[in-house]
């Protein structure tokens, strides 16, 4: 069973720009959540997709957003790029149907420069 | 507002012995817990977790402990090994409140000595 796969694993933006994440999540998982990692913050959550709904969001600006499709892969975007977004995005798949584990994918590391 | 908090930010611990990691949470309403083992530039690895209706749930040499009056879990490894040098994170989720999402505490690298 393939696990979480997100893409691209490394990335080098200029401030103002804008990016697009990608994450696979575990075949028959329905629920994609983000969340952002940095030094001294841990890991904070972005939003929550379940069945191409935004279920839940956590607290960051309007640039940071996301959709799901039907075959449940997720993509983030932000926009706008600012020095401050650099960090660790890890996407997480999990059923979404009750408090189950969830299974994280290995990152992508943006750079803002 | 950090709703789960690990006060320790490092452990080191001899090879063999027990290794024991804190988590607080603030939060009444989170009803499920998890812990997460971290490498550098990996996502992190899923350990183990522990309803709020347990106080202890083992699996091998990993057993986490949940009491709920004090808002407080630990997890404890024994006999850690060199292996198991990582950072450790605490999660927890109120998922009967419609979130699936989960609240991280900021890690605790732990270095086991061999």
């Known amino acids: 069973k393939a696990g979480v796969t997100q893409t691209p694993r490394y990335l080098i933006k200029t401030r103002g720009q804008q990016v697009t994440l990608s994450c696979s999540p575990i075949?028959?998982?329905?629920?994609v959540s983000w969340y952002q990692q940095t030094p001294g913050q841990g890991l904070q959550f972005l939003f929550e997709y379940f069945s191409e709904t935004q279920r839940n969001k956590g607290n960051f600006p309007g640039r940071f957003s996301g959709r799901q499709f039907s075959n449940s892969r997720s993509e983030m975007n932000v926009s706008t790029l600012e020095l401050g977004d650099s960090a660790l995005y890890l996407c997480?798949?999990?059923?979404?149907?009750?408090?189950?584990?969830?299974?994280f994918g290995q990152g992508t590391r943006l750079t803002v420069v | 507002d950090q709703q789960v908090k690990q006060n320790s930010p490092s452990l080191s611990v001899q090879e063999g012995r027990i290794s024991i990691l804190n988590c607080d949470y603030t939060n009444s309403m989170f009803d499920y817990f998890l812990w997460y083992k971290k490498y550098p530039a990996e996502g992190p690895t899923f350990l183990i977790s522990?309803?709020?209706?347990?106080d202890k749930n083992e699996d091998g040499r990993f057993t986490v402990f949940l009491n709920k009056s004090a808002k407080h879990l630990s997890l404890h490894i024994v006999p850690s090994q060199p292996g198991d040098s990582a950072v450790y994170f605490c999660?927890?989720?109120?998922?009967?409140?419609?979130?699936?999402?989960?609240?991280f505490g900021t890690g605790t690298r732990l270095t086991v000595i061999p």
């Open positions: 997480a798949s999990s059923s979404g149907d009750g408090n189950t584990e969830a299974f």
């Open positions: 075949s028959g998982h329905r629920s």
């Open positions: 522990i309803s709020s209706i347990k």
């Open positions: 999660a927890a989720s109120a998922f009967w409140s419609g979130a699936n999402n989960l609240f």
